[in-house]
């Protein structure tokens, strides 16, 4: 039972922009707790790809960025590559929950 | 570079207790929260709980108290278990790590075990 709203998918074409939103709650998101983006290819484990709202770990290209307002966050991918071709999904920490929350995930298409 | 491992049964009939554990390698198993999170075929991640050092818990609330963790720092291993499986509960296990608090994010995966739960 996510807590965490994403669109189930979105699509783009070679080269262009894509955004991906996460909606959460005061509980959440709007609780002011830190906002984590991951990648998951088919088969594997997620990667984190944006930690802290908005940072990309050593590796992850500048075409992806994320950012956090209210009680939501967004990742953008600039420049899509069929490389980024996966699902993504936000990741936050829940005090009515007092645990960590998925969003719903959003399977990218290029 | 820290890896984790899962280990247990791949197929576990309804009614039963589903039992995994985590070996950690390349790293201390002390002072981390160490994560069980589970993806059902096809679907999304669900966090399933925490277990932290000398055995302080979270456990996510819509397990009705079916789940338990626990810390062996002897043997760098961590376990689940889920009481009264259904086949709800058929999903690929990953056991985890967040980089340093439990407000981190989750830098270190298992490679998942799939668990099936059929008669």
């Known amino acids: 039972q996510s807590v965490l709203t994403q669109p189930p998918s979105v699509s783009g074409a070679p080269g262009q922009r894509v955004t991906i939103s996460c909606t959460g709650s005061?509980?959440?998101?709007?609780?002011?707790?830190?906002v984590h983006w991951y990648q998951q290819l088919p088969g594997k484990a997620p990667k984190v790809i944006i930690n802290g709202n908005t940072n990309r770990p050593s590796g992850v290209p500048d075409r992806l960025s994320a950012s956090k307002s209210g009680t939501s966050a967004s990742l953008a991918i600039t420049g899509l590559q069929t490389e980024d071709e996966a699902n993504y999904y936000c990741q936050s920490y829940d005090n009515s929950l007092s645990g960590f929350v998925f969003g719903t995930g959003t399977e990218v298409t290029v | 570079q820290v890896q984790l491992q899962e280990s247990g049964p791949g197929l576990v009939k309804p009614s039963e207790t589903l039992s995994l554990t985590c070996t950690v390698s390349?790293?201390?198993?002390?002072?981390?929260?160490w994560s069980w999170i589970r993806q059902p075929p096809g679907k999304g991640l669900e966090w399933l709980g925490y277990v932290y050092n000398g055995g302080s818990t979270s456990y996510n609330p819509s397990l009705n108290s079916r789940v338990s963790m626990s810390v062996d720092t002897s043997k760098s291993q961590f376990s689940l278990k889920l009481t009264s499986v259904t086949a709800a509960d058929t999903a690929v296990y990953f056991c985890?790590?967040?980089?340093?608090?439990?407000?981190?994010?989750?830098?270190?995966w298992g490679q998942g075990a799939l668990v099936t739960v059929s008669s």
């Open positions: 005061s509980s959440n998101i709007g609780a002011g707790y830190t």
């Open positions: 985890a790590r967040a980089t340093s608090t439990f407000l981190s994010p989750v830098a270190y």
């Open positions: 390349g790293g201390s198993i002390s002072n981390f929260y």
